[in-house]
């Protein structure tokens, strides 16, 4: 590859400019709006004035670009959690969010990582704070699923079954579980044909909260609904070997229920290797959310 | 190499997301497509898996938006990679990129951003070029951009500055005349001075698009409009002095039915007669 070193000048050129991209955008008027005057002077020292605007307005067209761009891609993102605050509170979240977590990555998909967990902090008080993070979380999950690689689904052989109990099941990229308090897996149904930037109403709260498993399939992202104790026990496969997490969910159940688990464990477990929740098995301890499947 | 060949007169359409469904179930008669090649990059399964029952009919070149030829920083060694595989994939008749800047110091502004026009510059890109060409294995086209500032800093008009890199590199010109005559508008050049002053045997292949009028008169360069007359116009004067060539239509935003679409495509025969 090319050896040559660029000219001291064109990084500081870049960076001046770049200051000039990042300005955030005005909304004390109730629209988004770039503000020239506060432009990076170098910047606006390197530019020339046009023929149909001086050079911190030609500057701002860039400005407008980068954060409309932005705004855009986080809340193709989290399309649910967009529409529940309304695009105009969902942008300020956005700016403040890329403000302090700017894209570092060629792949513009990536700028919305991390986004779910920044909400967490900057919701505050949000009377809707928790609804608002169950949906930034099932758009993070749902978005995971979209942009996870292909895996084959485990089909345990014999020797697999012998050595199941002491193993941990491996997650497969294209599978989360969700439990759900809003019915909100429903509202980001109804609202992908529903373009719009008005804020939605939340639904009411679940009278029970209920888990899903969430599969990328050929023609989507389905939503199964899983039992209760089906959900619990999936999610503690995530993380612990098949024995532990058998042990783990017996200990939370209710005495009256612990008669029938093993036989409905066993039922649960057979159904989650049929429809492809796992990869295979392992006996290391997961290394993280980025290996497999997300749970929500 | 790649073993596909795009006709010199090839009529072709820069795939999206919203196409797949018509597509998918017309097969339209298309010369070539031309995808977005980091939407293609990463593992994601579902992009791969349509990108591929298109490649199965109809060639497939490449068109990026995130090289960073003249950034600061040292091309991306990583992003090579994935681009020269994908390349190999889809067995891409060329690879296209634009000849500016996208980021620096670490952060990615995710735009097509311009550069001084200056000799010194010329030199870096065309080095940057040959290399990336060599690595590809492939014909590698440079793009011109539509730009919104100029830089008292230049020395070289637009044209002279494309036309050095392009010849010192031993790379490719990929000919943007909705491009041009944005930038002619909004720096108040002579949109045929540029033309003028194209070697259209290095001509890979010309883009057209269509553009937005801002209140204070600016053109950006917005992809979300047929192509208007002037461009048609450009088109046509470029056609009569270095056509054939292969053209792409790029519709980027507010996307109308895929009929339409290529109904716009079907116009630049209309123009070249």
């Known amino acids: ?296 | 190499m790649s073993t596909r060949s795009i006709a010199r007169d090839a009529l072709g359409l820069g795939l999206r997301i919203p196409h797949y469904p018509w597509l998918f179930e017309h097969w339209p008669e298309v010369g070539y497509f031309e995808v977005i090649s980091e939407n293609f990059l990463g593992p994601a399964l579902p992009p791969r898996a349509r990108l591929d029952a298109v490649r199965a009919r109809y060639p497939v070149v490449l068109h990026g938006v995130g090289l960073n030829l003249l950034g600061h920083a040292p091309l991306d060694e990583a992003y090579l990679d994935a681009l020269c595989r994908l390349a190999d994939h889809v067995d891409a008749p060329f690879v296209t990129d634009h000849l500016c800047w996208t980021g620096a110091h670490g952060v990615s502004h995710h735009d097509l951003l311009p550069a001084p026009y200056v000799p010194e510059l010329v030199e870096l890109a065309a080095e940057r070029a040959h290399a990336v060409q060599r690595r590809l294995g492939r014909p590698f086209g440079i793009e011109n951009l539509s730009s919104y500032v100029e830089f008292g800093r230049s020395t070289m008009t637009e044209w002279d500055f494309y036309a050095s890199v392009v010849r010192e590199s031993g790379c490719w010109f990929m000919l943007d005349v909705n491009n041009i005559y944005v930038s002619s508008q909004n720096h108040g050049f002579d949109p045929g001075a540029y033309l003028d002053a194209v070697d259209f045997s290095r001509v890979l292949q010309v883009h057209i698009a269509g553009h937005t009028r801002e209140p204070d008169g600016t053109l950006v360069d917005t992809h979300d409009h047929p192509v208007p007359d002037a461009v048609w116009s450009l088109y046509a004067r470029a056609w009569r002095q270095g056509g054939p060539f292969p053209t792409l239509l790029e519709w980027d935003d507010r996307i109308p039915p895929m009929p339409e679409v290529l109904a716009e495509l079907a116009k630049a025969r209309e123009a070249r007669a």
């Open chain 1, 1 to 296: 590859m090319s050896d040559r070193v660029p000219p001291h000048w064109l990084g500081e050129l870049q960076a001046h400019f770049g200051a000039v991209l990042r300005s955030p955008l005005d909304r004390s008027t109730g629209t988004l709006r770039a503000t020239p005057a506060a432009y990076d002077a170098d910047a606006v020292g390197a530019v020339l004035d046009g023929p149909r605007a001086r050079a911190p307005e030609r500057l701002a067209v860039y400005n407008r670009q980068y954060w409309f761009r932005l705004f855009g891609v986080l809340q193709t993102a989290f399309p649910l959690t967009a529409r529940l605050l309304g695009h105009w509170r969902f942008n300020d979240h956005a700016g403040r969010f890329l403000l302090a977590h700017p894209p570092h990555s060629w792949d513009i998909d990536h700028a919305p990582d991390g986004f779910e967990a920044f909400l967490g902090e900057t919701l505050g008080d949000d009377t809707a704070r928790d609804a608002l993070l169950e949906a930034a979380r099932i758009d993070a999950a749902w978005r995971a699923l979209f942009r996870a690689p292909a895996a084959a689904p485990f089909r345990p052989t014999a020797a697999d079954a012998a050595r199941l109990l002491d193993a941990r099941l491996v997650p497969s990229p294209a599978c989360a579980f969700v439990l759900e308090r809003w019915p909100l897996l429903e509202l980001k149904s109804a609202l992908a044909s529903a373009r719009g930037e008005a804020p939605v109403p939340l639904p009411a709260p679940l009278p029970q909260a209920r888990w899903w498993a969430l599969v990328r399939e050929s023609a989507g992202i389905r939503h199964l609904p899983l039992e209760a104790r089906e959900g619990e026990l999936l999610a503690l496969l995530r993380r612990c070997t098949v024995r532990d997490a058998l042990a783990a969910l017996e200990e939370a159940v209710p005495a009256p229920e612990r008669a029938a688990l093993p036989g409905q464990a066993q039922r649960w477990l057979a159904r989650s290797v049929e429809r492809g929740f796992w990869t295979g098995l392992a006996t290391e301890p997961p290394s993280g959310d980025g290996q497999g499947s997300t749970q929500v």
